[in-house]
């Protein structure tokens, strides 16, 4: 007779360990620690992880904003060891809903990267501005894409 003890244990683990297996959060830097942004970053999930060269990643960026605010850009800059290799302007208000109301919300933008993608080190800045230009936040991140999915997720 099979132990149903064991077997729920190890379905309750399986459930547990899902999440870290398709996204991982990563640690949020400001650009300047000395700045009072309006809007704070929480965390930053990327789903699916690791990442893979050819599909499509979403960065998932958990804010709160201490004033209401109607609109505005958002900026990627991508840089590969250090060298700026991609950058990228939207409006805001596809990112998230807008207006963006005091409290929190969250910003989310997806990217297929070409198959091409070196495998590597690369930082993530964003930079946000409201409607007036004026600036909200910014971040940096860091994250790797390695030769195979197994190699990413070694390298993290």
Partial sequence: MVQLKPLIALLFSLCLLIPWIFAKSTDVHYCN???????????????????????????????????????????????????????????????????????NFVISHSQS????????????KMSMVDENKKQLTCITFNFSIGLTASETLASS
Avoid: M, Q
């Avoid at 991508?78 to 290799?85: A, C, D």
């Avoid at 990267?113 to 993530?124: D, R």
């Fill in 113 to 124: 990267l070409p198959g091409i993608t070196p495998p590597g080190s690369y930082t993530l």
């Fill in 33 to 103: 620690k000395k700045a009072n942004y309006a809007v704070k970053v929480s965390g930053v999930e990327i789903t699916p992880f690791p990442i893979s060269r050819g599909k499509e990643t979403t960065f998932s960026i958990a804010a709160s904003s201490d004033r209401a605010f109607s609109g505005g850009k958002l900026t990627i800059d991508v840089s590969y060891f250090g060298f700026h290799v991609h950058g990228e302007t939207h409006d805001l208000c596809g990112k998230t809903a807008c207006p963006v109301s005091v409290g």
